[in-house]
């Protein structure tokens, strides 16, 4: 066999490794077919304690918080939410292709500014943490722009560096985190914004993320524009009012909202990744046989109460 022939072989070999290694056929289904034909083990509840109902006139938010990657910020919001501060607090920003934001519309005016009883305005930021090898870790098969290497732990978005032994959430759709001013320690959970737009991922570790929407993220992404700087809105009747904030198990079993979500360390999720790096549907004339982080989906399906 000629070198040329031999390198040819071998890269042939290492594409089929990789492709039974994300679970991948000649003929790969569809990512409804692999719902559809999932097992409960593929699916998880979601921990009421780590667990935020968001709601707006319009409908309900459900948010799931990630405290293995922000402890404090984690902590801060519950406790701001157990003392109902952002009751009545509003929607101040909904800027086009980028991020919704809430809190005090007059958090820089002390003598307005909603009190905080037992949380806290400032925080150090936790912008990553040690990389923790333990977590289960579902690898993206292809590389990324910005990380070393990403994938998934529990539906949340994550990069690792294995050179710097670092780990961090990554900003793509859906994502919550605690906004903040110039100084990294300036923001702690009492302004908080989610991404609507594609995958701002300039903005990893300058801003602490800490949770995603699981449930409801049409209600942000669909808000009005604002015409301010920064998508802000400039005339107060144009925000949007949240009625209340609460976590899960402040709620009444009964009034819970049930979904479950897809679990992402599963073969069944590999599998899922694949369908979607190389689209199977008849409509595909092109197989991009590559996939980013920002386009992987976590399918959650609701329960009958």
Not at 76 to 105: A, H, I, M, T
Not at 107 to 112: D, S
Request: glycine share 8%; hydrophobic share 35%.
């Amino acid at each position: 066999m000629t070198p040329r022939l031999l390198v040819a072989s071998l890269g042939i070999a290492w594409i089929l490794l990789i492709n039974i290694a994300f679970g991948a056929s000649p003929n790969p289904a569809g990512m409804a077919e692999i719902i559809a034909k999932s097992s409960p083990g593929d699916w998880r509840t979601l921990d009421p304690g780590n667990t935020l109902y968001l709601e707006l006139g319009s409908g309900q938010v459900i948010i799931e918080l990630c405290p293995e990657f922000a402890p404090q910020h984690v902590a801060n919001v519950k406790d701001l939410v157990r003392e109902r501060y952002f009751d009545g607090l509003s929607v101040l920003r909904c800027q086009d292709n980028y991020v919704v934001q809430w809190g005090d519309p007059n958090a820089e005016k002390p003598e307005l500014a909603r009190p905080i009883k037992t949380g806290k305005k400032h925080l150090p930021p936790e912008f990553d943490r040690t990389l923790d090898r333990k977590l289960p870790f579902t690898p993206m098969p292809d590389a990324d722009a910005y990380a070393p290497q990403t994938g998934l732990y529990d539906g949340f978005p994550i990069a690792r560096d294995r050179r710097s032994n670092r780990m961090w959430l990554i900003h793509t759709y859906g994502m919550v985190g605690a906004g903040r001013d110039n100084a990294p320690n300036s923001g702690g959970g009492t302004e908080l914004y989610a991404v609507i737009g594609h995958s701002p991922r300039h903005l990893d570790r300058n801003v602490t993320l800490f949770g995603r929407v699981v449930q409801g993220m049409e209600l942000l992404s669909s808000l009005p524009r604002g015409k301010a700087a920064m998508g802000f809105y400039d005339k107060p009747e144009q925000r949007i009012p949240i009625r209340s904030i609460r976590l899960a198990e402040q709620v009444p079993q009964p009034e819970r909202t049930p979904i479950e979500i897809f679990r992402t360390d599963t073969p069944t999720f590999r599998r899922l990744i694949e369908s979607r790096r190389n689209r199977p549907e008849e409509w595909f004339q092109l197989r991009a046989n590559r996939i980013e982080i920002g386009n992987v989906p976590v399918p959650v399906r609701s329960l009958s109460k």
